[in-house]
């Protein structure tokens, strides 16, 4: 079967699944495989639940006619999402980078929708799965698509947009994050920097946040570039308040001179100015940019807010690097408040700089002044420190509840591994 004649079943069921769990009737099943699992083996499951379709490639006991055999079940799922995003003559805006990209995808949302109708990646499907679905979740009534790309190794950015074939892009930033598939930094900004050689080589369009000189040296030679940051950008910014959540006065590109966020974190800043410079770029008018930012509430463990009683909690649990760990506490550490409380988790993916980053992550802690530090898992068991420590989160949350904690400010960050938000739920 042709990619053309498996495009029009699309057209027919526009549905995508790969979880027999998560099968709704009239949906087209994938058999993806995988080191633990094999999906061939759930697809006359699939279709006894009601798929309407299911896509194979290897042979199974079976002869129903609603089983289509492919050669590689994955690269039949990429090649059909790029046949559907050949079909969508409207802006894709692919977003990657160490840290907040998932932030800003959920701000450019926010923003591009109040005036436009936009589709965007769901939660944190931004691997080689989880960009097709999304592009296979456009619909033929959208005006955009937002679609945030995550990778941990050379050529994954490049093989993205050979499928999605973004036409305008951002790099949030490039920090130390997937060393251990990366090597350095330099290793992090050539591989991020494939989305700008995608734009760079079809006429796209990157926004930049001109207070990285990284990120100007790696645009050059784009055509199209439209900027934000502090100083000498289209849009500009600047931190009013951080107590604790992020207000930013606007010096230029907007009329509208502050906006009120309820995220948590200075280093919030660029997500939001990259949300209003796309916004400005695409003509929303500037009092949805403000509102539509305005009213974004952080979830899933990410600059969330959380009250416990008469505690505050900074939930920044869904990940964490050296990079991103340093501007989570810095940012703490600046909060003009009493009983602050530091529980961290360790930091994955650093392949050989794992040790020398923890260390350094001690010694900035060392630092500051806290009212507790607390230590989970990870490489911090290795090394030396003067701090608590436990080795999973359930043994620290066993610890957490016998505190009776009163009037205090806590940080909770972590890899995704280490399940910090388990402390406190």
Not at 273 to 285: D, M, S
Request: aromatic share 10%.
């Amino acid at each position: 079967m042709t990619i053309e004649q498996l495009y029009q079943i699309y057209k027919l069921h526009p549905a995508i699944q790969t979880d027999t769990r998560k099968l709704k009737e009239g949906d087209i099943f994938f058999a993806l495989k995988g080191p633990n699992f094999n999906g061939n083996l759930f697809a006359t499951k699939a279709l006894e639940s009601g798929a309407a379709y299911a896509v194979i490639d290897e042979d199974i006991n079976s002869t129903n006619e609603k089983l289509i055999k492919v050669d590689d079940a994955l690269e039949t799922l990429q090649q059909l999402a790029k046949y559907h995003r050949q079909q969508l003559n409207i802006p894709f805006i692919a977003i990657t980078g160490s840290n907040g990209k998932t932030t800003t995808k959920e701000l450019l949302h926010a923003v591009l929708s109040s005036h436009y109708k936009t589709y965007t990646t769901q939660g944190n499907l931004n691997n080689h799965i989880g960009v097709p679905m999304t592009i296979l979740n456009v619909r033929d009534d959208a005006d955009f698509a937002v679609i945030e790309m995550g990778a941990n190794h050379p050529k994954e950015i490049a093989g993205y947009c050979m499928y999605t074939l973004p036409t305008h892009g951002i790099i949030t930033n490039c920090g130390k994050a997937h060393l251990e598939g990366f090597g350095n930094e330099e290793g992090v900004r050539k591989a991020k920097g494939e989305l700008f050689d995608f734009l760079r080589s079809n006429n796209g369009t990157a926004f930049i946040y001109n207070d990285y000189d990284y990120l100007q040296t790696m645009s050059k030679g784009i055509e199209n570039i439209f900027s934000y940051g502090t100083t000498n950008a289209d849009v500009t910014g600047t931190v009013k308040t951080n107590d604790p959540f992020l207000e930013i006065s606007i010096s230029k590109g907007l009329n509208i001179k502050a906006i009120q966020t309820k995220l948590v974190g200075e280093y919030n800043l660029p997500n939001i100015l990259c949300a209003i410079a796309v916004g400005k770029y695409f003509n929303v008018p500037e009092e949805k940019i403000k509102t539509a930012i305005e009213n974004y509430i952080p979830s899933n463990s990410r600059s969330q807010m959380i009250e416990l009683g008469n505690n505050k909690i900074i939930l920044d649990a869904y990940n964490a690097n050296p990079s991103s760990m340093k501007l989570a506490i810095e940012n703490f550490a600046k909060l003009g408040v009493n009983n602050k409380i530091l529980l961290l988790g360790g930091m994955m993916e650093l392949g050989n700089e794992s040790i020398k980053e923890h260390e350094a992550l001690i010694e900035l802690i060392k630092k500051y002044s806290w009212n507790q530090v607390v230590l989970v898992g990870g490489d911090f068991k290795i090394i030396k420190h003067p701090f608590l420590f436990f080795n999973k989160s359930e043994d620290a949350k066993e610890w957490f509840a016998q505190q009776n904690f009163e009037h205090s400010y806590f940080l909770i960050k972590g890899s995704r591994s280490m399940m910090m938000e388990k402390i406190i739920m």
